[in-house]
Structures are given as structure tokens and as C-alpha cells.
């Protein structure tokens, strides 16, 4: 299992944002994105997820083997947590919950409908359902936003314990994690701004 990307240009609205960009990540990796706001880590990580097509370069990882968690937490208000769960569970053919309700301490919090949970307990449960997915490469969007400091422990140790496991992670955000990861800035890969000839240029041009 390994993804491995090939020279990757990637726009976003249309603008392009990143070129020349490879990397490979294989099982019991993390790498981690770094890059300032606006640098173009949603829009790769979105690229790879299948969300918007590249615009150059290729991508190549095995069929359903990617889960990605964006910004939003993907939980359904009205259902409990556990359902919530089950739900995605049974969206991507797996099977059981307890280790996701484990791995992000929301034993307690099971049967609370996720339109009553904080922040923080809402992000922990979208992160739960990453788990779920069974999917063994991870692409996680700032997934420690609206976590406290004993949260962002827990989700760093349910990625060591997926990377121990044979899963890979790929992880934008500015948070030290302390998983010894290798990192890569994709600002050192922004799109050259295009070219455009000055009016002086064209207006010769014209009468050539």
C-alpha cells in the first residue's frame, strides 16, 4: 500500500496554485504538511481525495484506500454518537465501533445526540469516524482544530496506533504532533504566476 504522486499540479477556482509536486507515502508513514495559510494544502489534499481533478501529474494509490476528513466534522446532528458511528460504519462495509469510541474517549458520550456535544467532543467524533472507514491511508484537513491539549494526545496516539497497524497518514496542520513524521512544505512548489505580455509588447505586436 502506498500512494505516490508524480509531479501534481493542482488550481484552485481555476487558479493555479501548485506544480511540480512529488512525493511518496507508504505504509507506516506520516507525512506532514506544512505551509502557510493559503499555500495549497486543503486544494492537494482534496486533489488526492478525488474531490477536483489535477491539472497536470498523476496520483496513483490502490482503489478506496484514501479517507479523507476535511474542516466540517461530517456528523449528523440528530443521530447519537454511537449511531453516528454505525452509520459510517456501515457506509464503508465495516464492522464494530468500540475501538473508534476507545481510541477518542467518547465511551461516556454514546448515546448523547451530536447536536449536544461541544466543539471538541463533535471533532472528536468526526476523527472517530476517519477510524471507521477502515481505509488504511488517512488524509486529515487541521484535524486538531477545537481540540484541548489532552484531545490532541488522544488523536496523536490513534495515529501511531494506525501507522503501527500498516496504515499511512498524510496531515496538514501546524500542530507538533510528536510522531517523528517527515514533513513537507508545499509552499516550495507554488505556481509561477502566468505571464502576460504588457500593453507596450502587444500593442507592437498588433503591427508586425
Known amino acids: 500500500m502506498e500512494l505516490t504522486v508524480t509531479d501534481l499540479a493542482c488550481a484552485r477556482g481555476g487558479v493555479p496554485l501548485l506544480e511540480g509536486l512529488s512525493f511518496s507515502l507508504a505504509a507506516g508513514e506520516a507525512l506532514i504538511l506544512r505551509g502557510p495559510n493559503g499555500a495549497g494544502k486543503t486544494t492537494l489534499l482534496r486533489t488526492l481525495a478525488g474531490l477536483q481533478p489535477p491539472r497536470s501529474g498523476r496520483i496513483s494509490l490502490p482503489p478506496d484506500a484514501l479517507?479523507?476528513?476535511?474542516?466540517?466534522?461530517?456528523?449528523?446532528?440528530?443521530?447519537?454518537?454511537?449511531?453516528?458511528?454505525?452509520?459510517?460504519?456501515?457506509?464503508?462495509?465495516?464492522?464494530?465501533?468500540?475501538?473508534?469510541?476507545?481510541?477518542?474517549?467518547?465511551?461516556?458520550?454514546?448515546?448523547?445526540?451530536?447536536?449536544?456535544?461541544?466543539?471538541?467532543?463533535?471533532?472528536?467524533?468526526?476523527?472517530?469516524?476517519?477510524?471507521?472507514?477502515?481505509?488504511?491511508?488517512?488524509?486529515?484537513?487541521?484535524?486538531?482544530?477545537s481540540l484541548d491539549r489532552d484531545s490532541v494526545a488522544l488523536f496523536a496516539a490513534a495515529v501511531e496506533a494506525h501507522l503501527a497497524a500498516g496504515?499511512?497518514?498524510?496531515?496538514?496542520?501546524?500542530?507538533?504532533?510528536?510522531?517523528?513524521?517527515?514533513?513537507?512544505?508545499?509552499?516550495?512548489?507554488?505556481?509561477?504566476p502566468r505571464e502576460e505580455a504588457g500593453f507596450d509588447a502587444a500593442f507592437g505586436e498588433a503591427f508586425l
Do not use: C, M
Open 67 to 145: 479517507a479523507y476528513g476535511a474542516h466540517a466534522d461530517g456528523v449528523k446532528a440528530t443521530l447519537t454518537v454511537a449511531e453516528n458511528l454505525a452509520f459510517w460504519a456501515g457506509i464503508f462495509g465495516t464492522r464494530g465501533i468500540d475501538t473508534a469510541l476507545d481510541r477518542f474517549n467518547l465511551r461516556d458520550l454514546a448515546e448523547r445526540q451530536a447536536q449536544n456535544l461541544s466543539a471538541g467532543q463533535k471533532r472528536r467524533l468526526g476523527l472517530a469516524r476517519i477510524l471507521v472507514t477502515g481505509r488504511p491511508i488517512w488524509a486529515l484537513d487541521e484535524p486538531t482544530v
Open 167 to 192: 496504515g499511512a497518514a498524510l496531515l496538514a496542520t501546524h500542530i507538533d504532533l510528536g510522531l517523528g513524521a517527515r514533513s513537507l512544505d508545499v509552499s516550495a512548489f507554488r505556481a509561477r
